[in-house]
């Protein structure tokens, strides 16, 4: 075999066998200059610790003191409250007599009531005293006397009686109040209403804690025409 037919049969040769296995389209060639996978450079973080401060050490320990006292005041008031159950004095009217009520110039209220009142302390281990004990008195919505009296104190489970004089001396009505109050004088069934404010002082434990609060006192009456008109119905209730 000459030199030309070797060449001519390693060339069909080498073009039989790209035939028989064609190259993977899938894969493409790769390109003269190879792709590199992106390089991911983690760098350390560095933290920057500062010091603590004299002033935030300061506030630290002021805001554990005062979390400190508000619990144990918290707990001293449970403590007390479950120790000595500290109960509201009460007011209540026991008798009244109306002495006198008519209307002057055609709208101006003269009137005199006198009452009994039961000042009580309910209390087992709490005395009180009362520096402010002012009583007014109201016809509907007008005030029509007020009167005050003295201060004094009550040992536990004590109660006192106050006698009280309430004077009007013309005191002008509105024309509906005027209207209603002949009405009532003509039923002989007139309603009042009592209002008292107090200030308190409650004593725990042989003087041992002191604690001042307002009491406010109301009582409703009803009574009978005057002269001499008696007490019908009375409602009290006393509450801080």
Partial sequence: MSH????RHQSHRHQTLKEAHPPDQRHPPPHNQPSKAPH???KGIRLIKHPTTPLTWLIGVICTVLWVVIIFGGLAVVIVYLVFRPRSPRFEISSATLNTAYID???LLNADLTFLANISNPNKKID???????VDLYY??????TTAVDPFSEMR???????????SSQVALHTGEMEQLKIDLANSSISLDVKGSFRARSSLGRNFLHFKYWLHGRCSI???SPPGGSLLSSKCITKR
């Fill in 105 to 107: 110039m055609g709208s």
């Fill in 128 to 134: 009180i005293s009362f520096d402010i004990f002012e």
């Fill in 4 to 7: 030309d037919d070797q060449l």
């Fill in 40 to 42: 991911h450079s983690h």
């Fill in 140 to 145: 509907r919505t007008t005030l029509i006397a």
């Fill in 222 to 224: 009803v009574v009978s």
């Fill in 157 to 167: 489970l004590e109660a006192k009686l106050g006698n009280f004089h309430m004077v």
